[in-house]
């Protein structure tokens, strides 16, 4: 896979300008008839993490998507766009602009349900994984990320946004079967990537969000357009750009040691230099687990182990103010964990079942939960 990446300065989501950037990054990239060729069917993947209003940042923004739509239609009309939100209808949702978007621009909008499958024969961990059939019916994918952290994988940029191709409570049952080992956890975005990589990867980054990501973060201009078939290229420089180790990201980690045999990422940086477009002061999500060392199960068992790892692992907090009670949460949990307490008006988790999978913290819609390190997992983190 071509490993160039393109960035461009882009500050503001307007139309014209978008567009113009998207172009001239196409023809660094070698025109547009690589990646999608006439009358070809493609299917956009944004990233809705839930139905969300686009100054927020949770989701690729609408203008984004146009822009991404027109420069498209120079080539094909067949065009849909899907997503399949942690909670909500995508398609029927008024919040997030793309129902507009797809009625000015004569495409449709799709919500994923999972009746596909793809396969990655020489995946690390996953060989299999049911997701959206569309991945199978159309010729393209084009991959439109958002820049945002993620409180389990550090980001999520190209290779966590196809996540988003598994549908409605397939991505629960990933996350169970990973548990609380972030690793595994990449290990099977990254096979999920690789088993039907996108033809493109064009990331939102003109808001990105920091903080508690990546839906209860804080919007930031981080200002730039970040173009590359390549999603790993692209999630290598994108963390770069904001002043964030990109082997922090633990879709990076895994990558490095499983397919590049530890050998550092090389790639080819056209367009704005790095250093012209470093957005400083980015705020990361918290993290125990800074180097992706992970405390192996092996040598602790039952008890002892988890003693442990509740002194070093993450948690999440839920917040009693911001709560509005609407449960999504609850829904969304894959091994139930969490209830709603009427009496005491607050979420309560038990921990002993929550394999911190962070779904809860990702969907949340008011920001009520928040991830907290124990004073242990920092005292360790320091020391590494
Ligand atoms: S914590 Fe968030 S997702 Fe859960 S019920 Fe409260 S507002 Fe809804
Ligand atoms: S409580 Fe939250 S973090 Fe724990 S398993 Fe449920 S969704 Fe995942």
Do not use: W
């Amino acid at each position: 896979m071509n490993r160039t990446v393109v960035i461009k300065k882009c500050m503001e989501y307007k139309l014209e300008e978008i567009v113009h950037h998207l172009e001239s990054s196409l023809e660094m990239l070698g025109g547009l008839d690589r990646f999608v060729g006439p009358k070809e069917k493609v299917l956009i993947k944004v990233n809705c993490l839930f139905p969300s209003e686009p100054e927020k940042a949770v989701i690729t923004h609408p203008v984004f998507l146009q822009a991404v739509i027109r420069v498209l239609k120079r080539n094909t009309r067949d065009i849909i766009v899907g997503d399949s939100p942690g909670f909500g209808n995508f398609a029927a949702s008024n919040k997030t602009g793309y129902k507009k978007v797809a009625a000015e621009e004569g495409v449709k909008l799709v919500d994923f349900a999972e009746d596909g499958e793809i396969r990655n024969e020489n995946g690390i961990s996953y060989k299999s994984f049911k997701v959206t059939n569309y991945v199978n019916t159309v010729d393209k994918v084009i991959n439109l990320p958002k820049l945002k952290t993620h409180g389990l994988m550090y980001m999520t940029l190209a290779v966590k946004n196809m996540l988003g191709t598994v549908a409605g409570t397939g991505k629960p049952s990933y996350h169970m079967r990973a548990g609380r080992d972030k690793l595994l956890f990449a290990r099977m975005l990254v096979d999920l990537y690789m088993a039907k990589p996108p033809a493109l990867n064009i990331l939102d980054g003109i808001i990105g969000m920091e903080g508690n990501g990546p839906g209860g973060g804080e919007p930031v201009n981080t200002g730039v357009i970040v173009m590359s078939e390549n999603g790993f290229a692209l999630d290598y420089v994108v963390p770069q750009i904001v002043g964030i180790n990109p082997d922090r990201v633990y879709t990076n980690i895994v990558y490095k040691k499983n397919i590049l045999k530890g050998i550092a990422m090389d790639v080819e940086i056209k367009g704005e230099k790095i250093a012209d477009v470093l957005y400083t002061g980015f705020k990361p999500v918290a993290d125990a687990d800074e180097s992706g060392k992970q405390m192996k199960k092996g040598f602790v068992f039952g008890f002892i182990y988890k003693v442990i790892m509740d002194l070093i692992t993450p948690k999440q907090i839920y917040l009693k103010a911001p709560c509005t009670a609407c449960l999504s949460c609850v829904k969304a949990c894959p091994v139930d964990a969490l209830v709603y307490d009427k009496k005491k008006k607050r979420i309560i988790c038990d921990y002993d079942k929550c394999i911190r999978c962070f779904i809860c913290q990702e969907i949340c819609p008011e920001k009520a939960i928040v991830i907290r390190e124990p004073f242990l997992g920092k005292l360790m983190n320091k020391k590494k």
